[in-house]
């Protein structure tokens, strides 16, 4: 009989933490703050809502860029080695993807910044995105942070610039409509559910998270600061 101990088995990874993990992926915060705006004040792009051809143009090209084009960069990178995972647990191994999303994201920036169609505001949502991004890069040479927190604070940042602009209207959803202080505790509930899913899931340490929070929220305050 042999004696020879097996292996520990890993502990299988909770289904809602990667649930969350996925559906409030960092890559897909620009296209949230979008459709939040859009929901909010559509008159802020001079449209009606969804309907307007425009502001669905927008949307596309912003979701092509700044999740489509990143997440095929990255499985192309998993392709060749670059990198393990298309969630990038690696220090190390983000340094690639990251100087890409950077590149990707001040380009977006750049030129929806530019076009008649896209409100001031927004584009300082986008700049504080692109802030998040370069400090998230400096602060991965030293040491890991959740860029899922990082997203979530930017998110939590941009919903209350917004209700500090825009208070007296609300976020209309199916018809009705729902104050934006509503909206602000909901989304401060999903960022601590999306950092308690990055813990759980073992990804991060308390630091990282909070550390991520601090980075992604104070970044939309610098986006704002540089355009009002």
Known sequence: MDDTPLPPRSLPRPYWALALS???HPLLVPTYMYILLLRI????FGSNGFGDERAMLTLIMLVVYTFVIPVVSVLLMIMLNMVSN???EDRMERVGPLLLVMVLYFWIYYNLSKSNDVPTI????????VVALAVSFAVN???KISLHAVGMGGLTGMVMITMALFGSQGLVVGGATYSLGLLVMAIVLLAGLVGTARLALGSHTLAQVVAGYVV????QWVGLKFYF
């Open 22 to 24: 996925v559906l409030f």
């Open 41 to 44: 004040n559509p008159f802020l």
């Open 86 to 88: 298309v969630m990038v």
């Open 122 to 129: 927004f584009s300082a949502f986008l700049l504080g995105v």
């Open 141 to 143: 040479t030293l040491e």
């Open 216 to 219: 992604g929220f104070v970044a």
